[in-house]
Every structure is written in C-alpha cells, then in structure tokens.
Nanobody, 126 residues
Framework: VQLQASGGGLVQAGSSLRLSCSAS????????MGWFRQAPGKEREFVAA????????EYAESIKGRSTISGDNAKNTVYLQVNSLKPSDTAVYYC????????????????????WGQGTEVTVFS
C-alpha cells in the first residue's frame, strides 16, 4: 500500500486548505485513515481520523470546529479541509491507513496505523 499526500502550501493566516491523501496498491481491508502533523522540534500529533464506513470521525481539539475530514471510497482518497488556518497549524501533515477495526480513540494513536504517506508541508504566515 502506498499513500500520497498533497495539497500543502504557504498560506496566510485565515486561509483554507484542502489536503488529499490517495491510497494505492489495493488497500483492501482498510478500516480507517488518519491525519497527523509534526511541527519543527515537536512530536507527531493526531489531527483527524475517519473510518471507511464513515461511522467514526475524530478530531483533535486544536482543529475541531474548523476542519472536516471526508473520504471518497471509489477513489481511495481521504481529504482534510482546514479553515481559518493559524500559524500554529504550520507543520508537515502526514496521512496514514489502518487495517485494524477498533473504536474512535484507537485511531488517535500513531500506533494504530500500518502505512504512512510521505507528508505534505503546510506553512501559515501571519
């Protein structure tokens, strides 16, 4: 399974971005996809997760209310729309795929995921 993340860029605070993550290599049996981010000098942190059934969505508190995770099963693609971007959102955003069936809290942990994409960089300036 390969994951390709895209959509990052250099944007002004208050702007919006839509990140995409496409899965290839016949990811059958996948249960969820997630987004994480890592800012310079900081640990990787959870951003959002979505189960392929759509029954589970989970957001980090830092992004809740201004972000939407969605998926297109036909395209094996997950999107992360982030609005009202802040300089504190600056990070490399990674997508990941999980083949484990579990509750929503499980998908907030990096260890829940089996494959990771290469990351897309988001820089927000004020």
């Amino acid at each position: 399974v390969q994951l390709q993340a895209s959509g990052g860029g250099l944007v002004q605070a208050g702007s919006s971005l839509r990140l995409s993550c496409s899965a290839s290599g016949r990811p059958f049996g996948r249960w969820a996809m997630g987004w994480f981010r890592q800012a310079p000098g900081k640990e990787r942190e959870f951003v959002a997760a979505l189960s392929w059934s759509g029954s589970i969505t989970e957001y980090a508190e830092s992004i809740k209310g201004r972000s939407t995770i969605s998926g297109d099963n036909a395209k094996n693609t997950v999107y992360l729309q982030v609005n009202s971007l802040k300089p504190s959102d600056t990070a490399v955003y990674y997508c990941a795929i999980s083949f484990s069936k579990a509750g929503s809290n499980y998908y907030m942990m990096p260890s829940a995921y089996d494959y990771w994409g290469q990351g897309t960089e988001v820089t927000v300036f004020s």
